[in-house]
């Protein structure tokens, strides 16, 4: 069975795999086009007015998958991963994997967001986090790709503009996604996808 077949099986059953989420690898790409585009086959209708923003996270560590993440979040009385998407990079998950989050997949609200419009965030905003620590070292090349890719298609389709796309230090007092995190880069790759 391909990766693209796998994947619509698993879609057009309506079951997710651990975590209440799924993960697209970016050799889909390769076999059907734009890998990303399956995001938008929720097990609850995305309503595009919900959605004003993203916000992009580290998870500090140089290794996670969003089993460790989700653990960590549950050691912080969270019920679950906090984020609408995680990115690997290759240690922990494959690097440029895209971990669809049960968050997204049920179109709840976040539990990423710090500072004093947390809340607002949270419900409003799309939390993405790419595994790492860009406070220690660069992200890869195809890790970051893939974010931008990611970006621009929840960007295009639910008419995100480009001064919506935020960082976590953007809105609150912290760092992430970190001083090595590619900030040029990532909006040059995105402003070519959009």
Known sequence: MSAVTGLLFLLGQGK????????LSPMVAVAGGSSVESIFRTRTEVEPQRWDAIVIH??????????SIEEEHRRGNLLGLGYHFVIGNGSGMGEGD?????????Q?????????DAEMYNRRAIGICVVGDGN?????DLQVRRLAQLVA??????NIPPDRILLQKDIAESSSPGRYFPEAA????LEGMR
């Open 153 to 158: 298609a929840l960007s295009r389709e639910l």
């Open 58 to 67: 580290h998870s500090a560590s140089p290794f996670g998958s969003p089993k």
């Open 136 to 140: 220690r070292r660069a992200f890869p």
């Open 186 to 189: 990532f909006r040059q790759y």
């Open 16 to 23: 997710a795999p651990s975590l209440g989420g799924l993960t």
């Open 108 to 116: 709840l609200a976040g539990a990423h967001a710090i500072g004093p």
């Open 98 to 106: 895209i971990h669809v989050g049960y968050r997204w997949l049920d």
